[in-house]
């Protein structure tokens, strides 16, 4: 797997001290246009221990490895303000857990509204984790809030290795939550009873069935239920437990997906963990973001649509189609590709997409997806022949392979394999897209 290095560069360590949390921000997108070191938000944190304890559990799945544990991985935590709310998000170095933290009340002044990283040191850390009551904390993001700097004033500077797989997840897991729907909701005490019955053993696989108000562990596959494959990869709920006001699970409602997502109320905020499905199995390899990237328009249209983004709360698909003039489907395909170049989010507790930043262009997309760069090259080779009755042959050097375009079926050990589970095939995409290309000459 490819990895590009990116420098972060921090104008002085993040701190906490006397209550003012100060978090050190690096290069970032904002409103006011590019910036070496943003400024956000001053103001109070409406409570002090929730808001260090989920900002502490975002730290630690950038930290974190859940499949095949090594040291190694300093990831730091991204932050977008948007005017109304801070979220804090972070990938595990495997690709299999997806983090956030929506903190909902603000009081203070927004200086800007944009997507940086944010520096979580040791120290920082330790001092998170010591924070208790619930007081307000006083927080600034960006570098004029400091409280503490180097003795010399140096620049702090850390080196980082991106896997080409952690942007991949931010992608797949923006397209897979927009397909997941609430599944159980249960009140504080009953989340921190459910949570805390699951089995000790770190890669278990349970699943979680509604009863009532109420959810019950099963060893195997229920109606109605969600799988957490690998109850080890949720442990940063656990910290979080004693602020716990409710808990909502999120996954497919047909079943068709072992993947879900697990969000925890807390005081004026929100704790999303989205897990894959399997923990061997990261997101970035799920390929549901190559049905919309393949299609001839989505890169033009996400150029339209990216240029009405303004890091607004939600992104509303009805108000960007009336302002691109595009359709509702288009929109969509766009946001998808905005999305494999990090430029949106989904949240799912308000079913809606949101406007970040991350430090990729669109230029890399097709670096990121490889099922599709095969799949045009077939196409424009000429290996692709339609058949009658909705079917095509692909010719590759393993062989003939028989596709059906629309139900996406292919004669390929891929989709024997996974049967669809993990996005198209590159025979399937191939044979798409030159359907679309025949349908279009003879318009």
Same mark, same amino acid.
């Given at each position: 797997?490819?990895?590009?290095?990116?420098?972060?560069?921090?104008?002085?360590?993040?701190?906490?001290?006397?209550? $003012?949390?100060?978090?050190?921000?690096?290069?970032?997108?904002?409103?006011?246009?590019?910036?070496?070191?943003?400024?956000?938000?001053?103001?109070?944190?409406?409570?002090?221990?929730?808001?260090?304890?989920?900002?502490?559990?975002?730290?630690?799945?950038?930290?974190?490895?859940?499949?095949?544990?090594?040291?190694?991985?300093?990831?730091?935590?991204?932050?977008?303000?948007?005017?109304?709310?801070?979220?804090?998000?972070?990938?595990?170095?495997?690709? +299999?857990?997806?983090?956030?933290?929506?903190?909902?009340?603000?009081?203070?002044?927004?200086?800007?509204?944009?997507?940086?990283?944010?520096?979580?040191?040791?120290?920082?850390? %330790? =001092?998170?984790?010591?924070?208790? +009551?619930?007081?307000?904390?006083?927080?600034?993001?960006?570098?004029? /809030?400091?409280?503490?700097?180097?003795?010399?004033?140096?620049?702090? !500077? $850390?080196?980082?290795?991106?896997?080409?797989?952690?942007?991949?997840?931010?992608?797949?897991?923006?397209?897979?939550?927009?397909?997941?729907?609430?599944?159980? /909701?249960?009140?504080?005490?009953? #989340?921190?009873?459910?949570l805390r019955s699951l089995p000790r053993g770190a890669r278990s696989t349970v699943w979680a069935v509604? =009863?009532?108000?109420?959810?019950?562990?099963?060893?195997? &596959?229920?109606?109605?239920?969600?799988?957490?494959?690998?109850?080890?990869?949720?442990?940063?709920?656990?910290?979080?437990?004693?602020?716990?006001?409710?808990?909502?699970?999120?996954?497919?409602?047909?079943?068709?997906?072992? #993947?879900?997502?697990?969000?925890?109320?807390?005081?004026?905020?929100?704790?999303?963990?989205?897990?894959?499905p399997q923990p061997s199995r990261g997101f970035s390899g799920e390929g549901q973001v190559l049905e919309?990237?393949?299609?001839? %328009?989505?890169?033009?249209? &996400?150029?339209?649509?990216?240029?009405?983004?303004?890091? !607004?709360?939600?992104? !509303?698909?009805?108000?960007?189609?009336?302002?691109?003039?595009?359709?509702?489907?288009?929109?969509?395909?766009?946001?998808?590709?905005?999305?494999?170049?990090?430029?949106?989010?989904?949240?799912?507790? /308000?079913? #809606?997409?949101?406007?970040? /930043?991350?430090?990729?262009? $669109?230029?890399?997309?097709?670096?990121?997806?490889?099922?599709?760069?095969?799949?045009?090259?077939?196409?424009?080779?000429? =290996?692709?022949?339609?058949?009658?009755?909705?079917?095509?042959?692909?010719?590759?050097?393993?062989?003939?392979?028989?596709?059906?375009?629309?139900?996406?079926?292919?004669?390929?050990?891929?989709?024997?394999?996974?049967?669809?589970?993990?996005?198209?095939? $590159?025979?399937?995409?191939?044979?798409?897209? #030159?359907?679309?290309? &025949?349908? !279009?000459?003879?318009?």
């Amino acid at each position: 797997m490819t990895s590009a290095v990116q420098a972060y560069s921090y104008a002085g360590p993040s701190v906490l001290a006397d209550g $003012k949390l100060g978090l050190s921000t690096s290069g970032g997108t904002a409103l006011s246009g590019p910036q070496t070191h943003p400024r956000f938000f001053s103001g109070l944190l409406s409570q002090a221990a929730p808001a260090a304890a989920g900002l502490l559990a975002v730290a630690d799945v950038a930290l974190a490895r859940y499949h095949q544990p090594r040291p190694g991985w300093t990831r730091d935590p991204v932050v977008t303000c948007d005017g109304g709310r801070l979220r804090f998000e972070s990938f595990s170095a495997c690709g +299999g857990v997806y983090a956030r933290l929506d903190v909902l009340e603000l009081d203070g002044d927004v200086l800007d509204r944009g997507t940086t990283n944010v520096d979580v040191n040791g120290p920082l850390r %330790e =001092a998170l984790a010591r924070v208790g +009551g619930r007081d307000p904390l006083h927080l600034g993001v960006g570098p004029d /809030e400091l409280t503490v700097t180097t003795l010399d004033g140096a620049v702090v !500077e $850390k080196k980082v290795p991106l896997p080409t797989r952690w942007l991949r997840g931010f992608a797949e897991v923006q397209v897979m939550a927009s397909g997941w729907d609430l599944r159980a /909701e249960l009140a504080g005490p009953q #989340a921190v009873r459910f949570l805390r019955s699951l089995p000790r053993g770190a890669r278990s696989t349970v699943w979680a069935v509604p =009863a009532g108000r109420d959810l019950r562990l099963s060893s195997g &596959a229920a109606r109605g239920g969600v799988c957490l494959a690998g109850t080890g990869r949720v442990a940063t709920l656990m910290p979080l437990l004693r602020f716990a006001k409710a808990l909502r699970v999120y996954g497919r409602a047909d079943g068709s997906s072992t #993947a879900g997502a697990w969000e925890l109320e807390l005081p004026g905020m929100r704790y999303t963990l989205a897990v894959s499905p399997q923990p061997s199995r990261g997101f970035s390899g799920e390929g549901q973001v190559l049905e919309d990237l393949a299609t001839d %328009e989505a890169a033009g249209d &996400a150029d339209v649509v990216g240029m009405l983004l303004n890091f !607004e709360p939600t992104v !509303e698909l009805g108000l960007l189609a009336d302002r691109s003039g595009l359709p509702i489907e288009r929109v969509r395909a766009a946001l998808t590709q905005l999305g494999t170049a990090g430029r949106v989010g989904y949240d799912l507790h /308000e079913a #809606a997409h949101f406007h970040r /930043e991350l430090p990729y262009d $669109k230029d890399q997309v097709a670096q990121l997806n490889p099922r599709l760069t095969a799949a045009r090259a077939l196409a424009d080779s000429g =290996a692709v022949r339609l058949l009658s009755g909705d079917e095509a042959e692909v010719t590759t050097d393993g062989g003939v392979r028989r596709v059906r375009v629309a139900d996406g079926e292919c004669t390929c050990p891929w989709w024997f394999d996974h049967r669809g589970s993990r996005g198209p095939c $590159k025979h399937v995409l191939a044979a798409r897209i #030159a359907a679309r290309v &025949a349908v !279009e000459a003879t318009l």
